[in-house]
């Protein structure tokens, strides 16, 4: 079955850029998504279809997908930012696959 | 704004079904642009797909779970429903449900399958003990 892996952890200064970076088998002939997932609450989505903001996500968080690997850039990084984010991509089944998950901290 | 709300037991003991509810408010279930779907995370852990419905009642599961889940809609009551077989500990985890987009070829640009999820549920914790 198809896999994608993720980085535990990263670490960004406020006001740096911070990249979380999706890794799996020529997944840039896929389409990835990205949700943001704050402690006790419930995953949101930031990044569709790679590139897409839904409505409501700020201007800062961008979406790239080519080769081998998708990445969720955010720049100029706020504190609000501190999250668990996820990466999904689909594979052979509608629901996708999901990465381990990474946690972004704001030092 | 569509949203959505899981209920259910938050226990169950092993060996014994687990059933959620997801009722959905803010729009019709009975949709042709999405489907509905469960997924759960494991405390401290990431994110696993269940399944999902279309509104025709059409299902996809997770193939390591096919055996023993079941997610079926009722449409006058705008709900969907999980249920999930044989349970153990392994699957004590928080149940989301979810709103599901997808479909087999993408835009223009890029002839390749997509899915994503949105809005979610708050989730429910089910945990599986004795």
């Known amino acids: 079955s198809y896999e994608v892996t993720q980085p535990p952890s990263v670490s960004v200064s406020p006001g740096q850029t911070a990249s979380i970076t999706c890794s799996g088998d020529?997944?840039?002939?896929?389409?990835a998504s990205w949700y943001q997932q704050k402690p006790g609450q419930s995953p949101v989505l930031v990044i569709y279809q790679d590139t897409k903001r839904p409505s409501g996500i700020p201007e800062r968080f961008s979406g790239s997908n080519s080769g081998n690997t998708a990445t969720l850039t955010i720049r100029g990084t706020q504190a609000m930012d501190e999250a668990d984010y996820y990466c999904?991509?689909?594979?052979?089944?509608?629901?996708?696959?999901f990465g381990g998950g990474t946690k972004l901290t704001v030092l | 704004q569509l949203q959505l709300q899981e209920s259910g037991p938050g226990l169950v003991k092993p060996s014994e079904t687990l059933s959620l509810t997801c009722t959905v408010s803010?729009?019709?279930?009975?949709?042709?642009?999405?489907?509905w779907a469960w997924i759960r995370q494991p405390p401290g852990k990431g994110l696993e797909w269940i399944g999902s419905i279309y509104y025709s009642g059409t299902t996809y599961y997770k193939s390591s779970l096919t055996s023993r889940v079941t997610i079926y809609l009722d449409a006058s009551k705008n709900q969907f429903s999980l249920k999930l077989s044989s349970v153990t500990a392994a699957d004590t985890a928080v149940y989301y449900c979810v709103r599901h987009k997808s479909s087999a070829s993408g835009p223009f640009y890029k002839r390749a399958p997509y899915s994503w999820f949105d809005p979610w549920g708050q989730g429910t914790l089910v945990s599986v003990s004795s």
């Open positions: 803010g729009g019709s279930i009975s949709t042709t642009n999405y489907y």
């Open positions: 999904q991509a689909r594979d052979s089944n509608i629901g996708g696959v």
């Open positions: 020529k997944l840039g002939d896929k389409f």
